[in-house]
């Protein structure tokens, strides 16, 4: 990564990033997030507030009409689908007041994220040229993918970075509006058990049972069933828990083959290691050391 040109520019007010709850205060802490974090890109990012942020905070006003033409394109081309799509004529407004009421958030999918992204990195010299390629191949790659693909990438994305509340509304806007016909079984399989994730990183393990159970009714896999019965000792009494092993037909070699593996994860070094750090620890750090290792051993 190239970091020739160290631009001085300090806002002295942060631009709130709400997907990942951070404040940033320069151009580069913005291309770090955008190289590290392409799936996040979305009305967060392109909006008219970063575009003002920009002018105001770092007085970068050249990068700021720059932006602010490509949000106006960008808001021209949803009015275009949004008149063939209805059939109807659009009533005309002024653009900047649509793109402060956030109505351009469906364009961020029509191709254009590469248009306003790519000069924020030009302006600060943050990428060589071969790395701008490799960024823009990646951008290609995930624009032709579906809308649900992308949101259950975010999706995974903020599971591995351990927002699981996020993380958890993102998979259930997808099974909200599922089209069974539009993507297969195993798709919504692989929702259901990072939504089952999600929700055992936050030690909600009855709700993390009910997804695994869903995912495990559409792709009866091995590996479903083990998390789904790793997760029923949490919140059940023995006999409730026999009786959901009755439920799904769990014969008792492959029980005994899971709790077998689960007594070895609990042997393993790591485990040992932090098991002994945990102890003398307050309740509540232990919640935590918990519910992070809970969330490592359920996601994909």
Same mark, same amino acid.
């Given at each position: ?9 300090? &806002? ?10 951070? @404040? ?57 689908? /949004? ?6 004529? &659009?009533?005309?407004?002024?653009? @900047? ?26 302006? &600060? @010299? ?13 951008? /290609? ?47 919504? &399989? ?5 939504? @089952? /994730? ?64 689960? /007594? ?10 932090r098991k002994e750090r945990m102890e003398g620890l307050p309740a509540d750090e232990v919640l935590s050391e918990l519910k992070e290792q809970y969330g490592r051993s359920t996601r994909t």
């Open positions: 990564m190239s970091y020739d040109l160290c631009l001085p520019q300090q &806002a002295t007010q942060p631009y709130y990033i709400e997907n990942i709850r951070t @404040g940033i205060y320069s151009l580069e802490e913005l291309c770090f997030y955008l190289y590290n974090n392409i799936c996040l890109i979305d009305e967060s990012i392109i909006n008219e507030k970063l575009c003002d942020w920009i002018r105001d905070e770092l007085h970068l006003t050249r990068l700021y009409r720059q932006l602010y033409e490509q949000l106006e394109k960008i808001e021209s081309t949803r009015e275009r689908t /949004a008149r063939v799509v209805s059939g109807s004529a &659009a009533h005309p407004g002024t653009t @900047g007041s649509r793109l402060q009421e956030g109505k351009h958030k469906g364009a961020v999918s029509e191709g254009n994220v590469a248009s306003f992204v790519l000069p924020i990195f030009r302006e &600060a @010299g943050y990428l060589n040229g071969q790395e701008m390629r490799d960024f823009q191949e990646q951008i /290609a790659k995930l624009e032709v993918q579906s809308d649900e693909m992308k949101q259950k990438l975010r999706g995974d994305y903020l599971v591995k970075e351990k927002m699981y509340a996020r993380a958890a509304w993102v998979y259930r806007q997808i099974l909200k509006n599922r089209n069974p016909g539009k993507l297969g079984s195993q798709f919504y &399989a692989a929702v259901w058990n990072n939504l @089952g /994730a999600a929700y055992a990183g936050l030690f909600q393990f009855e709700e993390a049972a009910e997804c695994f159970l869903e995912s495990y009714n559409l792709m009866q896999t091995k590996e479903t069933l083990r998390k789904y019965v790793s997760v029923l000792p949490l919140f059940l009494s023995e006999e409730e828990y026999q009786l959901r092993l009755i439920e799904v037909k769990a014969d008792e070699y492959l029980v005994k083959t899971i709790q077998e593996y689960n /007594a070895k994860l609990c042997q393993r070094p790591e485990f040992l290691e």
